[in-house]
């Protein structure tokens, strides 16, 4: 699964937290106090016999530009960050780390903020990457005001799925659900494909005519079809349109569509009057670096899934 990438950039887009412990740059001189913080981030029972980064790899990192930065708290050094130039005009907050003992206080948010600062008043954009997965970062990331980086997309549009489809795509679905399940924990296929036919009807009672819900075959610019994306009002939340599906064939598939006909989707949901758009996405899915680069926000975390949501 790829990172995915962030950015800022300009100083007033940066929202700043309270800085509550010391931050400092270490220098040339500064490789013990390093090592101190890469022992306080080893397993107790690997600190005695850890050696540490050495002196050659840390005049390296000198020498290419790379900054970094360390938290103190109770005097120790329990958070670090980097400043690395990726090129003349963005630097990347990067290697954010907290030790184990030491989360859940904020130190990793003071830490990219203190470096972002600093960025962005060099006059460069300021960067951060990290795995969709890592839903820790990515809370830090939005609280600051990153947006994900966007690439240009191929234009999608969609088209109502009719009745005389709908058997097909319930039956890939069902399959495709029961297989996950196998893959999970049931180990009986007829009770997989059971409790995924049970969901489905539970989604769709009325097939392609289920009430409030927007089921679309999504189709390029050829308009070959080429995917499926549904929505249906949230039954929790009349405002919000809930994503029940969005997939995109296997032969069209690392080209970007998935992303464009999710703001097809967007787009769509906005026009019928919707304020929000959420849904339930494993994360082990190839989909979840998709919505995160659409902005969707994590609201609920899961050992497997997420929730996620965006204002429209």
């Known amino acids: 699964m790829n990172e995915v990438v962030f950015q800022i950039t300009d100083i007033k887009q940066l929202k700043t937290v309270a800085m509550k412990n010391e931050i400092r740059e270490l220098g040339a001189g500064d490789l013990a106090v390093f090592n101190e913080h890469l022992r306080l981030c080893q ?13 050659a790899d840390w005049q390296k990192w000198n020498t290419d530009g790379i900054r970094y930065f ?8 329990v958070a670090r960050c980097c400043i690395e130039p990726l090129n003349d005009t963005q630097w990347e907050a990067a290697d954010v780390k907290v030790c184990t003992e030491a989360r859940g206080n904020g130190f990793a948010k003071q830490m990219v903020c203190h470096v972002s600062n600093i960025i962005l008043n060099s006059g460069k954009t300021a960067t951060c990457r990290t795995l969709p ?6 809370k830090v990331i939005d609280t600051l005001g990153f947006c994900a980086v966007q690439r240009e997309l191929l234009p999608v549009h969609g088209r109502r799925m009719t009745e ?9 679905s069902v399959k495709g659900y029961a297989d996950y399940l196998l893959y999970k924990a049931e180990k009986n296929r007829k009770k997989a494909l059971a409790a995924s036919q049970a969901e489905f009807n539970d989604v769709y009672p009325d097939g392609a005519q289920t009430k409030d819900t927007c089921l679309y075959v999504v189709q390029n610019e050829a308009n070959e079809d080429i995917g499926v994306i549904a929505f249906q009002k949230s039954p929790y939340n009349g405002s919000c349109a809930f994503i029940t599906e969005l997939v995109i064939h296997p032969d069209h598939r690392r080209k970007g569509y998935a992303q464009s006909a999710l703001q097809y989707a967007q787009a769509d949901a906005k026009e019928k009057g919707f304020g929000t758009m959420a849904l339930n996405v494993f994360k082990n899915s190839s989909a979840f670096p998709v919505y995160v680069c659409e902005g969707f926000r994590l609201i609920e975390d899961y050992p497997d899934s997420a929730i996620l949501e965006k204002d429209l």
């Open 43 to 55: 397993p107790k029972h690997k600190r005695l016999f850890f050696k540490g980064a050495s002196q």
């Open 70 to 77: 360390v938290l103190f708290a109770d005097k120790k050094p």
């Open 133 to 138: 997965t890592n839903t820790a970062m990515l």
């Open 164 to 172: 005389e489809e709908f058997p097909a795509y319930a039956q890939w």
